[in-house]
């Protein structure tokens, strides 16, 4: 085989490929034209024309080395954007306009979310809380020659006196809503985008639907039960969720004529529930139950300030006190305590601002007559929701023990290698399921997720017995992979009463309703299906 070199001929006579005078080589620059890439004024020289033939090289050599930048000039973006430089001041302001946009949106969506009538509204995000660049008491940052400055700062307050907000260098528009990278763009004489008043709106279309039909529906005279649930199925907003939840669990009349009286009613029977019952606590026949609860309150939600709250724990020790001594089939029983929790959270932000933060939010703070209404109305719906799974707490609890051989029936059908490597490790349903039953869940999962739970169990007719039994098979087969690599029984334990949902946002919980409705689609009318093929 003979070596290739630019004096080469081919059989036919024509010239090598590899020829140094080729008309056209590999990699080669072509102008493109288009709407991208507009014609150029300057000419760029075609690689053949720098070409100097060397002697001491052959040509498949001197284009070897000629090419290796072949791809460098295709991109005409690169090519602009090598024509300047952005200066540290401008990446800077740049970067700072870009937080504060950012914390605008985040404002803008709060105040959105709480007051959805005022979305379009020409006032700054943040409302009253927003002044002269200010928002929620974090000053306005700027960069002045070339440091990061505050709005406080006597340094930058002496260098741009006279303005009110943050100062902008000279070259550069003032920009408000300009998105990422706006000072890229204007050095390299883009325009920047013109973004319409609707733009600006952060909620998307759908969820603002869902709000309008929340707030026509708790207006009307009638409520439509029925469209209650399914609408409050997926979700119910924060700012609307106190009401449909005392609708949906029957504690508020459907009429809306009805609602005061009734209200005023049961507040006052309650109060005088504790006026007559809560003096008796010390008796020696009430004695035990109340320093079983006594003993319970200071360690549910250890991990939350709203809950080690001294005037918080009194309200809970009266509520499941009165609720014991008017149950006395099964009393208090441990586990009970944390149910009061969401509702009591829930029913708290009707009585403060929407921007608070519930759980540190002091209690003192409010009125002793919205305090009343607070307790009141938490011990209702608290005995609302017992009265459907009571027979959890009555002796023996045989309605948690119905339901732990559901699940186990449950899983054998569903995943029948997670049942198989439970039993394989000796590891007993009753020993981990108990509590996803006596709690509801309360300690698998943080409180939000456990609000957004439960906003799917008042919109499903039996939701806290059936629905979650069907919800803790979900949970289970959901870490199905995790389980089975688990090699022992210290392990599996371990895993099972510590799940890894502590990071669980709401669409987490989405995934894991669908799932469980899935699951009761194709059981829960079909109680054959849960039987062992071989029996």
Known sequence: MTALSGN??????????WKANAKSLPGSIKQ???AQHPPRHDKIESPSKKVQKSHSKDAFEYYQEKTDDAWDCADDDLIEMNNFRISLKDVRSTALQVIRNHSQQRLSEQATEFHPQNSLSSKPPGGENYHG???NGLSDLTCVNG??????DPQYSSSSSNNSGPSTPSHLPSHRIGGPGLGV???SKWSSVKLSPFSQISTPDRELLR???????????NVNLEELRKLSWSGIPSQYRATTWKLLSGYLPLIAERREAMLDRKRQEYHNFVDQYYSTRLQDIHQDTYRQIHIDIPRMSPLIPLFQQTLVQEIFERILYIWAIRHPA????????????PIFVVFLTEFIDASADVENYPVSK???PGLHRLEADSFWCFSKLLDGIQDNYTFAQPGIQKRVNLLKELITRIDNNLHRHLEKHHVEYLQFSFRWMNNLLMREMPLHCVIRIWDTYLSESDGFALFHLYVCAALLTKFSEELQRETDFQGLMLLLQNLPTRDWTGEDIGLLLADAYRLKFMFADAPKHLRDSQS
Request: proline fraction near 2%; hydrophobic fraction near 30%; charge should be negative.
């Open 330 to 341: 099964s009393g208090y029983v441990q586990g009970i305590n944390d149910l009061v929790t």
């Open 8 to 17: 080469d001929k081919t059989s036919v006579g024509k010239p090598s490929f």
């Open 147 to 152: 440091e990061t400055k505050s709005a406080g």
């Open 366 to 368: 409010i009125e002793e």
């Open 32 to 34: 493109v034209y288009g």
């Open 185 to 187: 763009r204007l050095e």
């Open 133 to 135: 660049g200010t928002v």
């Open 211 to 221: 709000l309008d039909k929340f707030k026509s529906m708790l207006q009307s005279s």
